[in-house]
């Protein structure tokens, strides 16, 4: 197997728990952390429930470990607090962690709120600027960054992988654009964990849709090919009027309804 001793954060969560079933092959043991329950511990698993904004707690669960996949944190949009100690404080303490374990490679969970605010008519690539849609997509902006710093100084490698919206199903015409399927996202991660060599390189994660907004040739080394599409939930997505419709935010931005969603926390 690839690896010893392969860490996954955020493993209580929706994607956490797809994973959990999923890595094993690549590592004799996978050790499993969250704030949350995990239940039991199977065979070749160890579970650190560990507070991702507690850096001694971080420095342990990151000792022995070789590789890591990085979802653990607030996955939507949250009060700056909350998001403060999570995301930036969580991800920090991670790197940190690495750095003096000496880790080497590391998959970022980041997300397409990194660049939530770019127009649906489009097209980006890594090289264009973040353009974050919420404090959420603003926190995964400084994951990307700290990983760039952390490549640059110490040399931990890393691809941020810029998950659209990796669901079961699709249920809105954005989505239609943004599926990553199951299958897929484990395939980035085989790539992105098994390439020689990634430097820092931020890779979108997005199934072979039929309409795309993300341009991955920037990421070709790392020879992601999606097999999954969209298409197979064409019929089920309920489309109104013209797509995309002038004043709909989830039709016009690429990060859909997180632009201008609820509340802009900070504001009283
Ligand atoms: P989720 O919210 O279901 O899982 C996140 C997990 O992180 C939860 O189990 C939660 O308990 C844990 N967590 C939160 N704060 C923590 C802390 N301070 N310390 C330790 N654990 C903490 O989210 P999901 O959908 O599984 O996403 C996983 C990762 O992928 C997240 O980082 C999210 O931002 C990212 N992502 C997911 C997308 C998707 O389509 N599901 C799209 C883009 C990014
Ligand atoms: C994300 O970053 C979120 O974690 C996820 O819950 C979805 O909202 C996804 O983006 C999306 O844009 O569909």
Known sequence: KPFNRLLLTGAAGGLGK?????????????????????GQAGEGEEI???????????????????????FGGISTENTFENILSANIQGTYNIYEAAHRHGVRRIVFASSNHAIGFYPQTQVIDADDPPRPDSLYGLSKVFGEQLARYYFDRAGIETVCLRIGSSFPSVDNPRMMCTYLSHDDLVEA?????????????????????????????????????????????????????????????????HGGKFVFDGPMYGEP
């Open 48 to 70: 650190v429930r560990c507070d991702l904004a507690d850096k001694a707690a971080v420095l342990k669960m990151m000792e022995g470990v070789d590789a890591v996949l990085h």
């Open 18 to 38: 797809v994973l959990r079933q999923r890595i094993a092959p690549w590592a004799w043991i996978v050790r499993l952390s969250d704030l949350g329950d995990m």
């Open 189 to 253: 991660l085989r790539v992105s964990l098994l390439t020689p060599r990634v430097g820092h390189t931020i890779l979108f994660g997005a199934s072979n849709n039929q309409r795309q907004w993300w341009d991955n040739r920037k990421a070709a080394h790392l020879g992601f090919h999606p097999k999954d599409s969209s298409e197979q939930f064409r019929g089920a997505v309920p489309e109104s009027g013209t797509y995309p419709s002038p004043d709909d935010a989830v039709a016009n931005y």
